[in-house]
């Protein structure tokens, strides 16, 4: 199936400026399982998005989307997967096209992470999360869940948003090192924060979105929930203001956790997608 259903004349490769790279890969969930069948789940909810868009007032399809067939991703280490994820990345950058991966944990996000940083020196990375996952280990491996966002920042500059729950290792990561961190509660109560996010970045940005990131008022269906988050319109504003002002080069969403007869996850998930991409190619 194709991302909003579209037909072959708005989603081939040839015709399309972006491409959707669904990414079902679960290896190292720590609680609640079910994040290899987030991309499937949010691809069938997007054939009910509609496709005008009543903020932006365009119908952002027409830019065209292609959705590749998901990669055979079950079975292999985490750096398999990553490798794997990193050249098909490479291939969509390299086309000179727009890559929006789906996850899957939050794992994949270090494969289309190690591609774009090899195109775009000054590359940083905005990654909306409810954990930092600044961990250099947990349970044994680097490439936990956990650890995604120390794995990025190997790559290039982070700034995690909307967090609210973190290790004392982490706390003690982010002393030590300087790391910028931005906590729900500060985004909630200091809306105008967004500015100093963004003079600290460089021209050209990925944003990861862990959709934990959200109230699970609103986003229940993750391996992961906190108390708290941020709202819907919360999240359109960073990211309207994020795409306003930086050159936005791929961006991913990853760790839903579809439930059973609880669709309207997958459905926000999949609409936050369409509007992001409207945003970035406004």
Known sequence: MNFCGLEQNYSSWESSKAVILPAPYEASVTYQPGTAKGPGAIIKASGQVEL???ELEKETYRLGINTLPPP?????SAWEMIDQIHQLGSKIIDSGKFPVLLGGEH???IGLARSLA???PDLSIVQF???ADLRDRYHGSSFNHACTGRRL???APVIPIGVRNLSRQEAEFIGQSGQKIIFAGQIIKQPSLIKDIISSLGKNIYITIDLDVLDPSIMP???????GGLGWYDMLYLLSVLSSSRKIVGFDVVELAPIPDEIYSDF???KLIYRLLGYIFK
């Open 129 to 131: 999360d409810a954990h």
């Open 52 to 54: 005008y868009d009543e």
């Open 118 to 120: 090899g195109k775009y």
């Open 107 to 109: 794992t994949v996000s």
């Open 268 to 270: 926000l998930a999949a």
């Open 153 to 155: 920042g190997e790559l």
């Open 221 to 227: 269906a993750v391996g992961t929930p906190e108390p």
């Open 72 to 76: 055979v991703l079950k079975g292999l």
